[in-house]
């Protein structure tokens, strides 16, 4: 019996994709991954990144590596760059109506050439990801193929109004931009989220989005990302420094929340509570300035050291306003580390288990939980041991099951 072809598309990178796509290839699936760019030895700018000198060589070298999984057969991946060059040269240089306009036509490009691929070789099952496959999802009705939407982000229109609110009540974010907020962009997601055969979400918090906007939710499937539990482990021993080190990390702005972790450091005002924030600073600079002091950054760190990131820690805080189920959270949990999150992160994590869930926007709770962790280190050891447990229940193996059994019950007849 010949293997269930399985056709996996979409036309950028997201933290969830390059794993989904190298544990797929284990499976006894004839797996074909379509995506526009992705970095294969021997292409023309992986060779160029090998010759330039200095500065650019090494920058090419570290945008290319984004690009590249070290599990994913590099010969069972067909990309075509010219859409997705075009679009990271736009996100640079060109103002950010422009760029969501060229996102829109290099999710179109992509959509139409994966749907009539699906017309031409109808297999048995595709995975399209949100904004990239309204057309796919079509030609899969047409062709008997079945569909699975991998949504990995709360619902647009949910999202949207979260955040505009926060805009509201933050005069500081007055500025933000959201990207594309047009009713025709946000009435496209819609309509892929309704023609897909069945919904994969990585959280509640998906799902009950997903509902809001008119998804059956019989056809909504909950798939928690797997968490690489291999990488990512506990310090051997704590820091004994008397500190209780509280790490965020991801993007530094309106959307994860940052505002709540550090009005919270402001009133706590406790010397043994150190919060360190790592990753890009987005939305401007300026609403930090009151913070001076409250918080130590890191920037810019190349993922092979966040491990170590993570096991420096004692508590990771992460109150997002809208995820899907951020990769940070899982990191770390398999790190060890007791959590603090909104029920908008998407986290896997339990009340008063693994961590805490506090209410949307709640300084007040965000630093009770903070003071709570610091006070009592027999809970910490003991969220954190939880956590870890948590993690390992949810690796790659547990996915891999949860997705083939998904798959199972899906086959279409011989």
């Known amino acids: 019996?010949?293997?269930?072809?399985?056709?996996?598309?979409?036309?950028?990178?997201?933290?969830?994709?390059?794993?989904?796509?190298?544990?797929?290839q284990r499976m006894d699936l004839e797996v074909r991954f379509e995506t526009l760019f992705y970095d294969r030895p021997g292409d023309a700018l992986h060779r160029l990144a090998r010759i330039l000198p200095g500065s650019p060589g090494r920058t090419l070298a570290r945008e290319l590596g984004r690009r590249s999984h070290p599990d994913?057969?590099?010969?069972?991946?067909?990309?075509?760059?010219?859409?997705?060059?075009?679009?990271?040269?736009?996100?640079?240089?060109?103002?950010?109506?422009?760029?969501?306009?060229?996102?829109?036509?290099?999710?179109?490009?992509?959509?139409?050439?994966?749907?009539?691929?699906?017309?031409?070789?109808?297999?048995d099952f595709f995975i399209g990801f949100d904004g990239s496959a309204e057309r796919s999802f079509e030609a899969c009705r047409a062709s008997g193929t079945i569909s699975l939407l991998y949504q990995a982000i709360g619902h647009l229109r949910s999202g949207l109004g979260t955040l505009m609110e926060e805009r509201r009540l933050s005069p500081e974010f007055a500025s933000v931009s959201f990207g594309d907020?047009?009713?025709?962009?946000?009435?496209?997601?819609?309509?892929?989220?309704?023609?897909?055969?069945?919904?994969?979400?990585?959280?509640?918090?998906?799902?009950?989005?997903?509902?809001?906007n008119g998804?059956?939710?019989?056809?909504?499937?909950?798939?928690?990302?797997?968490?690489?539990?291999?990488?990512?482990?506990?310090?051997?021993?704590?820091?004994?420094?008397?500190?209780?080190?509280?790490?965020?990390?991801?993007?530094?702005?309106?959307?994860?929340?940052?505002?709540?972790?550090?009005?919270?450091?402001?009133?706590?005002?406790?010397?043994?509570?150190?919060?360190?924030?790592?990753?890009?600073?987005?939305?401007?600079?300026?609403?930090?300035?009151?913070?001076?002091?409250?918080?130590?950054?890191?920037?810019?760190?190349?993922?092979?050291?966040?491990?170590?990131?993570?096991?420096s820690a004692d508590v990771f805080v992460f109150p997002s306003l809208h995820e899907g189920s951020a990769m940070a959270v899982n990191e770390a949990l398999a790190s060890g580390l007791p959590v603090i999150v909104t029920p908008n992160a998407g986290a896997i994590a339990r009340d008063g288990v693994e961590g805490f869930i506090v209410p949307l926007r709640d300084t007040t709770a965000v630093a009770d939980r903070l003071a709570r962790l610091a006070d009592d280190p027999a809970m910490r050891q003991r969220m954190g041991a939880a956590a870890r447990q948590r993690a390992q229940a949810h690796d790659a193996s547990a996915y891999a099951a949860r997705l083939g059994a998904l798959l199972d019950r899906l086959k279409p007849p011989t």
């Open 72 to 123: 994913i057969d590099p010969t069972r991946v067909a990309t075509a760059p010219f859409s997705e060059l075009v679009h990271i040269a736009s996100a640079r240089l060109l103002s950010p109506a422009t760029t969501a306009s060229v996102l829109r036509w290099r999710n179109a490009r992509f959509d139409h050439r994966i749907a009539a691929m699906i017309e031409r070789e109808r297999p």
């Open 1 to 24: 019996m010949s293997r269930r072809r399985l056709l996996i598309a979409h036309p950028g990178a997201t933290s969830l994709l390059y794993p989904l796509v190298a544990l797929l």
């Open 215 to 311: 998804r059956d939710p019989q056809t909504i499937d909950l798939l928690p990302f797997p968490i690489d539990v291999a990488r990512f482990t506990p310090a051997s021993a704590p820091r004994g420094d008397g500190k209780l080190r509280a790490l965020f990390v991801g993007q530094i702005g309106l959307r994860k929340g940052v505002k709540y972790i550090l009005e919270a450091a402001r009133q706590l005002a406790r010397p043994d509570i150190e919060v360190v924030l790592v990753g890009g600073i987005v939305d401007g600079a300026d609403w930090l300035k009151r913070y001076d002091g409250l918080y130590r950054h890191i920037a810019n760190v190349p993922y092979a050291e966040m491990p170590d990131i993570f096991r």
């Open 181 to 212: 907020t047009s009713e025709a962009w946000i009435a496209r997601n819609t309509r892929e989220a309704l023609l897909a055969d069945r919904v994969v979400v990585p959280s509640e918090y998906v799902r009950d989005t997903m509902v809001e």
